[in-house]
T-cell receptor, first 112, second 111 residues
Framework: EAGVTQSPTHLIKTRGQQATLRCSPISGHTSVYWYQQALGLGLQFLLWYDEGEERNRGNFPPRFSGRQFPNYSSELNVNALELEDSALYLC???????????FGPGTRLTVL | QKEVEQNSGPLSVPEGAIASLNCTYSDRGSQSFFWYRQYSGKSPELIMFIYSNGDKEDGRFTAQLNKASQYVSLLIRDSQPSDSATYLCAVNGRAGNQFYFGTGTSLTVIP
């Protein structure tokens, strides 16, 4: 069974640009979660999508947004990139209503 | 106060010893508790979850939960060098599927 996949693996942008990160959940999972892991810091919860709807978001500014598609894949968009947005962005998926999250390999975003 | 607190370590144990990792959480309404292992440069991997007070064993791993004390721990028996990683404690907050992660404890198992 394929795990959670994310693309791209690495992304380099400059300040002020927009970044789009993509995630495909494990087959059968309908919930997708996004996390930011900055160097030396813990995982910070960004967004949770389930059945196409945003269910919860963490303490991040509105320039962090996303969506979930009918096939349950998801996109994270970060607008007006700032240097401190440089981090590993992790996507996780789970069955709806189930707490066991499985993580993808992450996208390393570097903002220059 | 952070939602989840872990001792960042580093924790060093000799091969074959028991490694004990601890975590406290602030939300008394939390119902689900998880331990993830994260190797350097890799994504977290779920190794244990526990929902009820007491112990839960899975191979060399034992998770312990004490809701009254808001404390969850992970014991790794017969530690192996391959167990060297950062261990993340995660707690499901009462606000519905919002996970709070600790900053992790770095474990080194010395051969």
């Amino acid at each position: 069974e394929a795990g959670v996949t994310q693309s791209p693996t690495h992304l380099i942008k400059t300040r002020g640009q927009q970044a789009t990160l993509r995630c495909s959940p494990i087959s059968g999972h309908t919930s997708v979660y996004w996390y930011q892991q900055a160097l030396g810091l813990g995982l910070q919860f960004l967004l949770w999508y389930d059945e196409g709807e945003e269910r919860n978001r963490g303490n991040f500014p509105p320039r962090f947004s996303g969506r979930q598609f009918p096939n349950y894949s998801s996109e994270l968009n970060v607008n007006a990139l700032e240097l401190e947005d440089s981090a590993l962005y992790l996507c996780a998926s789970s069955f709806s209503g189930n707490n066991e999250q499985f993580f993808g390999p992450g996208t390393r975003l570097t903002v220059l | 106060q952070k939602e989840v607190e872990q001792n960042s370590g580093p924790l060093s144990v000799p091969e074959g010893a028991i490694a004990s990792l601890n975590c406290t959480y602030s939300d008394r309404g939390s119902q689900s508790f998880f331990w993830y292992r994260q190797y350097s440069g890799k994504s977290p991997e779920l190794i244990m979850f526990i929902y009820s007070n007491g112990d839960k064993e899975d191979g060399r791993f034992t998770a312990q939960l004490n809701k009254a004390s808001q404390y969850v721990s992970l014991l790794i028996r017969d530690s192996q060098p391959s167990d060297s990683a950062t261990y993340l404690c995660a707690v499901n907050g009462r606000a519905g599927n919002q996970f709070y992660f600790g900053t992790g404890t770095s474990l080194t198992v010395i051969p």
